[in-house]
């Protein structure tokens, strides 16, 4: 009972999320950081912490992805949020082609430096929190680690297919003792019941992932789809592998994208 209480007490005064560094919502949407009192169709969530494996991943340049990312966002220079009235021609149209769309940022999840697993804990309770609102969570990290506390909090009533683009498998069941690293996701996905099928896009070059780990993702039955094959048969075929009409769970690694186009990864792989 004693320890219930101060759970609840505890919930009433910690703060998830903060506003991100200078203030702007990324793209130019409205910062909102009251996940108690959420109304919108689409929530931005910033991620900044892995769960380090050595005392130098504690602070890394990933760390500080989600802020730079909103802070240099093509819309950063201007005063009025282009990319909700201008033309995209990547696009064909605004990016949110002129419908009612609600888009908020939802701030950075805060963090404990004393213990920092507990950046882990709000994440999920943030990301729980926006779930429930019924919004569609979009998560910057950050490492690759930050899928976890997410993908735990997805709602569990129904079946989930999970795809990853990403050069790495991030199927070790830990790395120095750490099972929820930046080399786990995957690993950590395959246990939670409601992940009907895993979908790995990009797969190539060395990482973390021994034989051992291609042995457990085959006999999990995950979907591996190299570099090579998806350029062999063409991204249409890929998705086609995907069962259509189901509820989707997407991660991207960064360092799923040929370093040409983003070189500012840990384990470049071309």
Known sequence: ????????????????????????????????????????????????????????????DQSTSPDLLRENAQDSGWSEPRTIKHFDWDLGGPLLDNRAVRVVDCGNV?????????????????????????????????????????????????PIILIQID???????????????????????????FIEEIYQIGLRGVGSGREEEMKAAKEYGANLISAYEMHQIGMGKVLDKIPDGKRYYITIDADGLDPTIMPAVNAPTP
Not at 112 to 140: C, M, T, W
């Open 1 to 60: 009972m004693e320890s219930s209480y101060r759970d609840k007490q505890r919930n009433k005064i910690e703060k998830l999320t903060e506003t991100p560094k200078g203030g702007r919502g990324f793209l130019g949407f409205p910062v909102h950081t009251d996940l108690n009192n959420l109304d919108a169709d689409i929530a931005i969530l910033g991620v900044p912490y892995g769960l380090p494996y050595t005392p130098d991943d504690l602070s890394n």
């Open 110 to 158: 805060t963090a404990d430096f004393q213990n920092p697993r507990e950046h882990y804990r709000r994440a999920e309770v943030a990301a729980k929190k926006i779930f429930q609102s019924g919004a569609v969570l979009v998560s910057i990290g950050g490492d690759h680690g930050i899928p976890i506390p997410i993908m735990k909090a997805l709602p569990d009533g129904e």
């Open 167 to 193: 050069a790495h498998m991030d199927w070790r069941d830990s790395v120095n003792g750490e099972k929820e690293g930046y080399s786990s996701p995957i690993r950590r996905a395959s246990e939670l019941p």
